[in-house]
């Protein structure tokens, strides 16, 4: 069996065909979808059919399951979880916000892995900002800033009781559980390299980043709001566009993400898969 990859003609992204993912893979196609993530990023695999004992094989192809905090496994997992909104929903919309999975971890997730179960008509793209395209492109001055700094990361603004997901948060039908954990921070550098590439490239953006390492916050909240305009331009930018059976596998180590709406009246369901952070062996 050979895989068929074919690039989108935006900033990253790549679709995989001839490939079943319902049934076992071999080492060599394991490896060939491998390379093909760490090159394109993002990787959609059309018409599947899985079940969650597929997702959860071809997330274990990758790496160890990563821990997913603050969100409830859907009954009967352990490890995926339902990024799910109902058509009657008024709750503002997960994930809208730019960001990369968990990066306040002490070891933040390599990917994650997305099957499209419902989907809406219209609307409810994701977008994915190429975070090396970005950092390639960065004005000297810019980078001169922000190299060497370590980002404060932490939930808090997302996922503690005060926060966007908060105890004022109503009407969602995702199982989000807020906590005083989420206050927790970590420190990772801005500018780094890809744990597997080498590739470097601009390490989260603000919403899960706090403030600046040694900086005060009135110094860092501009540079980082001057990072965030620069990281998540157009330019940078790939839309992926959903359809019932697509699996969709992406690198948090060189993207950013974010949901869109425009599907007012349609659910949508998506079952998730986190796969842990890299380690050589
Ligand atoms: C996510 O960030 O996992 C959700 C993306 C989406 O709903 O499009």
């Known amino acids: 069996m050979r ?62 399951f990563g821990d997913d905090p603050f969100i409830a496994p859907i009954p009967g997992r352990e490890h995926v979880i339902a990024i799910q909104r109902d058509a009657a929903e008024t709750a503002p919309l997960f994930a809208e916000n730019w960001h990369t999975d968990w990066s306040f971890q002490e070891h933040p997730p390599a990917g994650t892995c997305l099957f499209g179960i419902t989907i809406p008509p219209s609307g409810g793209d994701t ?74 490239g601009i390490f989260g953006t603000v919403g899960y980043i706090a403030g600046i390492d040694g900086m005060d916050e009135g110094e860092a909240l501009p540079l980082l709001m001057e990072l965030y305009a620069w990281q998540t331009q157009d330019q940078f930018v790939y839309r992926h566009k959903w359809a019932p059976g697509m699996l969709v596998m992406w690198d948090n180590r060189s993207v950013l993400h974010k949901a869109t709406g425009g599907y007012e009246g349609h659910d949508r369901l998506l079952h998730r898969t986190t796969i842990g952070a890299y380690r050589p062996s």
């Not at 900033?11 to 001839?18: V, Y």
């Not at 009407?171 to 807020?178: A, C, E, F, K």
């Open 127 to 200: 977008l994915f900002a190429n975070q090396h395209a970005a950092l390639d492109a960065m004005p000297d001055e810019l980078r001169a800033r922000l190299n060497g700094k370590q980002a404060v990361h932490s939930a808090k603004n997302a996922y503690a009781p005060e926060g966007m997901y908060g105890e004022k948060d109503e009407g969602r039908s995702m199982d989000i559980r807020p906590s005083e954990e989420a206050k927790e921070t970590r420190l990772h550098p801005i500018i780094r390299n890809h744990p597997e590439t080498g590739r470097p």
């Open 3 to 64: 895989i068929d990859i074919t690039p989108s003609s935006q900033t990253c992204g790549a679709t995989i065909t001839g490939i079943d993912l319902s049934q076992p893979l071999s080492d060599t196609i394991i490896a060939g979808i491998r390379a093909a993530w760490l090159e394109h990023h993002v990787l959609s695999f059309p018409d599947q059919t899985l079940s969650d004992d597929d997702l959860e094989r071809f997330t274990l192809y990758f790496g160890p």
